[in-house]
């Protein structure tokens, strides 16, 4: 067994302090697959934590894949495979998130429209032009229409023909649809950012029906970089009647922990 772990340093997030200090041993090699881990009441004196910070920490390194319980033997490393994908729920719930959200979006939908474009069939555009005019029926009768703004970029996604594309957005939908709240009631307050979105919408549209993946890529990745100018253009009484209560809701939708 190695060596007892150290006292974690005083302040917040001490369940994390814990996790990365055992999760760094586990990646370098010095906790192999198959030890056992120190007990609860070992970990609480090794790390001078309570009982409460060794069990949160116990379950983030679970999410990770990193370590596994087994009824009445302990806590035991894992064989390392692939990381599941994780978010820092510390820089989740805030205005900056929204922003960083959208850039994850303009690196993979740019992809995806520019793919979407090259190999769209005569109905992946039928369904583009239904998923546009839903999106506009929605609003026109009080909607805030994300569902279906979500289902407009996941119609193009499946044009791409890429499943592994796909797979990603499948993934990331519960925190790309909570980032869509933002933006949307953020732009629900202006016409001119409403028909900008509009305006987008039916250029990315149109580049992918013609066949242009260059400027089908180029649309796109302008469509998330006005979304995060709209967004930065927000004014304060968004973020303090609706738009930190929107964006709180993107901490929900985290992977929880097993």
């Not at 992809?111 to 769209?120: G, K, T």
């Not at 994300?146 to 119609?155: A, F, P, R």
């Not at 964006?247 to 985290?254: E, F, P, Y």
Request: net charge neutral; aromatic share 6%; hydrophobic share 45%.
């Amino acid at each position: 067994m190695t060596a007892p772990f150290k006292p974690v340093l005083p302040g917040a997030y001490l369940s994390d302090q814990v996790a990365d200090v055992m999760a760094a041993k586990i990646r370098a090699g010095r906790l192999a697959a198959g030890d056992k881990l120190p007990t609860e009441a070992a970990m609480v004196d090794q790390f001078s934590v309570s009982r409460t910070v060794v069990r949160e920490a116990l379950s983030r390194l679970k999410s990770l894949g990193l370590v596994e319980s087994r009824q009445g033997s302990g806590v035991f490393v894992k064989e390392i495979g692939f990381s599941p994908l994780n978010f820092d729920t510390k820089s989740v719930a805030s205005r900056q998130a929204v922003i960083q959200m959208v850039e994850v979006r303009r690196a993979l939908e740019a992809e995806v429209a520019a793919l979407a474009a090259q190999r769209r069939t005569k109905t992946d555009i039928k369904r583009i032009h239904q998923s546009i005019a839903q999106l506009d029926k929605a609003v026109a009768v009080g909607g805030d229409g994300v569902l279906e703004d979500v289902q407009y970029h996941l119609v193009i996604a499946e044009a791409a023909r890429n499943p592994f594309l796909m797979g990603t957005l499948q993934y990331l939908g519960q925190f790309l649809q909570g980032a869509t709240r933002v933006t949307r009631a953020n732009e629900a307050r202006r016409d001119d950012f409403a028909r900008q979105v509009r305006d987008e919408h039916a250029v990315i549209c149109q580049a992918i029906e013609v066949g242009d993946s260059e400027t089908a890529r180029r649309a796109a990745g302008a469509h998330m970089n006005n979304a995060i100018v709209r967004i930065e253009q927000a004014d304060p009484a968004f973020w303090q009647q609706t738009g930190d209560a929107l964006a709180s809701t993107l901490v929900h939708g985290l992977p929880a922990a097993s």
